[in-house]
């Protein structure tokens, strides 16, 4: 049942029904002899449950809600990283693709699946609704991933042609496989731009933030959630990496789909307790921002002086909010000079608007840290698979396997961060967070860029050796220098995520309007997207710039022959000189607390 449709369709009704419900608690509270009726504080605000019926805090969200909701965002993770962690290994050895244009279709790939969830924001917020649009993005997620099995199946089928099979048919079975495959690639990434910024709103929606004791817990459940996700990518990291490189892609690509199909049933189970938001008729949220900077453009030629008087005719006070971003405010006026309803802005919408351009500076400097995490699944990958991967048990360990230590270690820090740090921080700060979300952004970003120069001054020494055992020309024998070096540039990746990726989600939530909180993940997954893009012009501009001339490029095909220290030197002066950039703009920023009374 479409339960969000059916609370705009019925919005209403529900209204109504939410008013007298209200009304009457409010006069039972005062009758002593209607001792029998619920308490009006159990009762959430501009929610209802799956009925459309006005929902009680004691029945309904919370952690309860919440687990099953992480619970398919862990199944969607372990899918997602099951495709993306050893993508580039399947372009580079089934697909036969080179090194750089390899890495450059990932990070396109990724940037195209991190930019999605606008469009997906969009119709969740704007028609669908949350729960729907999860639920018809899983379906999608489902069947791309069936497909993408399939392709996989094609060359397996083409590879054992042998001898005797006609080249034109392997061509066409091929030039098939490879369209089929990426149709299916860039299917998931269109159900992941439906599921994530939705599935990860809905989940936060399920505490109430006017409730002071709720807010701390949507805090932890920011960090629990990063948890499951990580949990989940651990899980393919350390499981099916080895069976794709080992027993069969096939098997490697069908997995997720089951385990996808698992996760939307389990997400199916928790509808009776879920709270879901009041959609009504009014205009998407998009549409009334949209609608303040058209009315403030048009308003250009009025005086501050006449805005001024508005604002004291309607009781407005002075703030540090309204005095920024003062051109905003001539929304308030029509150009015509009339005052109906629709001609102008409320001064709620006016600070809506003002929000959306307090992100852009944090979003903007934020996308050098999204660059450099772009590395973890491409260079970082291609360098481990150069080095000793060999265990004391015989057991080598899959290159793609290695980002498992990143995820290892959030699961590690997460409950320390959550438990220790914050109350510690809280104490001290009075925050309830412990330190401000900017704050916790900015600290990862330091520790990202000390990743990096480890990773620059291990692949120096990895090329050292290369060069003292005579492996510079020798790209397919092993360095003898083991992968373990690897591991502090992989364990502080993943220090800086809880930090700088558990505050971007909790900010861009936090800081947009009620109306517009899946747009407000989405833009938190755009500066990935971005990013990753980014990423992949770097890396072609590098490749053109550092080759020819018979030179080999920083990024050739031979990693002993290449400088990819030079490449990770490089973005770390990017991560400094972004971080520096970031802190100026923090210093300017006003947060906003929408429905809070504490």
Not at 546 to 570: E, I, K, M, Q, V
Request: overall charge negative.
């Amino acid at each position: 049942m479409n339960y969000d449709l059916l609370l705009q369709s019925d919005h209403w009704l529900s209204l109504n029904y939410s008013k007298t419900f209200i009304r009457a608690i409010s006069m039972s509270i005062s009758d002593p002899s209607a001792a029998q009726t619920p308490l009006l504080d159990d009762t959430i605000d501009g929610c209802l449950d799956y009925k459309g019926r006005p929902v009680r805090r004691s029945s309904s969200g919370c952690w309860i809600s919440a687990s099953f909701i992480i619970v398919v965002e862990i199944a969607e993770r372990f899918a997602y990283y099951g495709i993306s962690s050893n993508l580039i290994t399947y372009l580079t050895g089934p697909l036969g693709e080179s090194t750089a244009t390899a890495a450059a279709q990932v990070n396109a790939w990724n940037g195209a699946a991190s930019l999605l969830p606008l469009l997906g924001a969009f119709i969740a917020d704007s028609f669908l609704g949350r729960y729907r649009t999860i639920i018809l993005a899983s379906l999608v997620y489902i069947l791309g991933l069936g497909l993408l099995a399939l392709s996989a199946t094609l060359g397996s089928i083409s590879s054992s042609g042998g001898q005797n099979a006609d080249d034109i048919a392997l061509s066409s079975s091929l030039q098939f496989q490879l369209i089929l495959f990426f149709s299916s690639l860039y299917l998931v990434a269109f159900a992941q731009g439906g599921h994530k910024p939705c599935v990860q709103a809905f989940g936060a929606d399920q505490f109430d933030t006017q409730d002071p004791e709720e807010c701390k817990a949507k805090s932890s459940f920011f960090n629990w959630w990063y948890f499951g996700m990580c949990a989940g990518t651990l899980t393919t990291l350390s499981i099916l990496n080895y069976i794709q490189d080992n027993l069969s892609w096939v098997l490697g690509f069908a997995i997720p789909g089951i385990v996808m199909a698992v996760g939307l049933v389990v997400f199916l189970l928790g509808t009776m307790t879920y709270r879901y938001s009041v959609k009504g008729d009014e205009e998407s949220p998009i549409v009334t921002v949209g609608r303040v900077f058209i009315l403030a453009v048009r308003n250009r030629k009025t005086s501050y002086s006449a805005i001024a008087a508005e604002e004291e005719a309607r009781g407005i006070l002075a703030t540090e909010s309204s005095k920024q971003f003062k051109f905003l405010n001539k929304a308030l006026l029509a150009p015509d000079g009339s005052k109906e309803q629709g001609e102008v802005c409320s001064i709620r919408e006016v600070e809506e608007a003002k929000a959306v351009i307090r992100l852009a500076p944090i979003w903007a400097t934020s996308l050098i840290y999204a660059i450099a995490f772009a590395q973890s699944s491409t260079f970082f990958t291609k360098q481990g698979a150069t080095m000793d991967r060999s265990t004391a048990m015989g057991f080598e360990i899959p290159a793609a396997s290695l980002q498992s230590f990143i995820s290892l270690s959030v699961v590690l820090f997460i409950p320390i961060y959550d438990r220790i740090f914050v109350p510690l921080a809280r104490a001290l700060t009075g925050e309830p967070a412990g330190i401000t979300l900017l704050q916790r952004i900015g600290s990862g970003m330091v520790i990202s860029t000390i990743s990096l120069v480890i990773a620059a001054v291990v692949e120096m020494r990895r090329l050292k050796i290369a060069e003292e055992y005579g492996l510079l020309d020798k790209p397919n024998v092993m360095v003898p220098m083991s992968v373990w070096w690897l591991v502090p540039q992989y364990a502080l990746y993943g220090f800086a995520d809880v930090f700088t990726m558990v505050g971007l989600q909790e900010f861009f939530y936090d800081q947009m309007p009620n109306e517009l909180r899946s747009v407000g993940l989405a833009l938190y997954l755009s500066i990935f997207g971005v990013g990753s893009f980014l990423s992949s012009f770097l890396i072609s501009a590098i490749e053109n710039l550092t080759s020819g001339d018979g030179r080999d490029s920083w990024l050739a095909n031979n990693l002993n022959r290449a400088h990819l220290d030079y490449f990770f030197w490089l973005l770390a002066v990017l991560s400094a000189v972004g971080l520096t950039l970031y802190v100026c703009c923090t210093k300017y920023y006003i947060y906003a607390r929408w429905g809070r009374t504490f």
